[in-house]
């Protein structure tokens, strides 16, 4: 019979494991290499393939283009011609030159194309086997879900697996997500980006920590409380490693990060330098949560009202407002304001003020509103929305409405596309 719910015990135990796998899907603790290889070799096993050989990379964006790289070179068999270093050079810069000019700071590009070369030249020379283009990922996955999902499916209740995601796995998901925010989409932007499906195949055949945290904190969960027994492999490897690629007889593991830098809300965030950094140098600037350019945070001075005005995105226009000025006695939006010469055309206590900027081109009119729920230090964030000159409502069909007074009230309701007499908001976010 399948067990339909926990106990009190076994509940007992949830915060345990979610603050276990949070802490592993966010570790920047060294990796212990001979442990976390004895973990992917019995991964290997476990799909009925040998151990690979372990190329140790620097970050997981080494990894996926080391093996793009190396796939390519082993499908197209110009392995003796990439036994020159200059012909690997030639090979590792043409396909890496787009996705690091997309994915990587400019002033990390040509060690981190060096960092692949080496990777790539490394996995050539321990290669043992004849490249088939057999990617052992199908089989590793297709093994877990034989000998773990269908084992697990039989031993538990439906409503248990439902119980399951949401107090376990979700609450990880969540705790490992700012990572994942960063990570997923530079892979995936890099490895859907490959023109041929074998190679596509081996630069998506990644798994590991922090992706893999929740699933495998549900199987470590399962095997340890509710006693079904399992192979660990995959649970160990995810554990003991950070993101790793599984190919045909080699795998390359990245390193963790070096650090990652969070502020008392556990977003990613740092005031002088990268929030989230790998050992070769691929990194995210962040402020409380919002990723900005490198410039924004190292080098404040050259933020200008100019610049200001000419970003769209919300979230990065008030973190470039608040580091307008750092450092000095007067910064942040005070500064901007008398900076820009601003002028208030009308103030209102529930809905904000709206400003005039009178720049070179055009006049400009922007609304400020305060969020009215308090952030994680007490503080409340004002924001800076700039709206229609005539503060024309801009309609679903894309065209605007009629003009209004210059109200705050007005102001506000045309980010709605509505007019100050149809908004009526009950409830202040």
């Known amino acids: 019979m399948r067990a339909p719910r926990l ?39 476990s799909a009925g393939l040998i151990a690979p050989q372990v190329v140790w990379v620097p970050c997981p964006m080494t990894a996926i283009l080391s093996a793009i790289v190396y796939t390519t070179i082993r499908a197209k068999g110009q392995e003796s011609k990439a036994r020159s ?10 396909i890496t030159q787009s996705s690091l000019a997309a ?15 080496r990777t790539v030249a490394t996995a050539l020379a321990c290669s043992c086997r004849i ?17 773990l999902e269908r084992r697990i499916t039989r031993a538990l209740d439906d409503r248990l697996h439902k119980t399951l995601d949401t107090r376990l796995v979700m609450p990880i998901r969540a705790g490992v997500a700012s990572l994942g925010r960063l990570l997923e989409p530079a892979v995936n932007l890099v490895g859907h980006g490959v023109p041929r499906s074998r190679i596509r195949q081996g630069a998506l055949a990644y798994s590991g920590a922090p992706f893999w945290a929740p699933y495998a904190a549900k199987m470590d969960y399962i095997h340890q409380l509710l006693g079904i027994a399992l192979d660990r492999s995959f649970i160990d490897a995810v554990e003991s490693c950070g993101l790793f690629w599984m190919l045909d007889g080699i795998c390359f593991a990245a390193e963790r990060p070096s650090y990652a830098n969070r502020d008392e809300a ?8 990268p929030a989230l950094a790998y050992p070769s140098g691929w990194s995210w600037w962040q402020w409380h949560g919002v990723e900005v350019p490198q410039s924004v945070i190292e080098e404040p001075e050259r933020i200008t009202v100019g610049t200001i005005r000419q970003v769209r995105q919300p979230a990065l226009r008030r973190v470039m407002l608040e580091r307008y000025r750092w450092g000095e006695q007067t910064h942040g939006i005070a500064a901007y304001l008398r900076d820009s010469e601003a002028q208030p055309l009308d103030r209102d206590d529930s809905f904000g003020t709206l400003w005039r900027l009178d720049g070179a081109a055009a006049s400009m009119l922007m609304v400020e509103v305060t969020n009215h729920s308090p952030e994680p230090d007490g503080a409340y964030r004002h924001f800076f929305l700039q709206v229609h000159p005539e ?22 309701a045309s980010t709605f596309g ?3 007499a149809e908004y009526a908001p009950e409830v202040e976010t």
């Open 85 to 94: 270093d200059s012909a690997l050079a030639e090979i590792t810069g043409q």
């Open 131 to 147: 490249w088939s283009g057999f990617d052992p990922t199908l089989a590793i996955n297709g093994t877990r879900r034989a000998a």
């Open 391 to 412: 503060l024309r409502p801009v309609l679903a069909d894309g065209t605007y409405g009629a003009a209004q007074r210059p109200t705050v009230r007005n102001a506000v």
């Open 266 to 273: 556990g977003q990613l965030h740092c005031e002088v330098g």
């Open 418 to 420: 509505l007019t100050g």
């Open 7 to 45: 106990t009190p015990a076994q509940r007992g135990h949830i915060l345990a494991f979610i603050d276990k796998w949070i802490e592993v899907g966010r570790s920047t603790a060294p990796i212990d290499h001979d442990r976390a290889e004895r973990a992917l070799g019995q991964l290997y096993m």
């Open 103 to 117: 994915t990587v700071a400019p002033s990390v590009h040509r060690a981190m194309q060096l960092s692949v070369e």
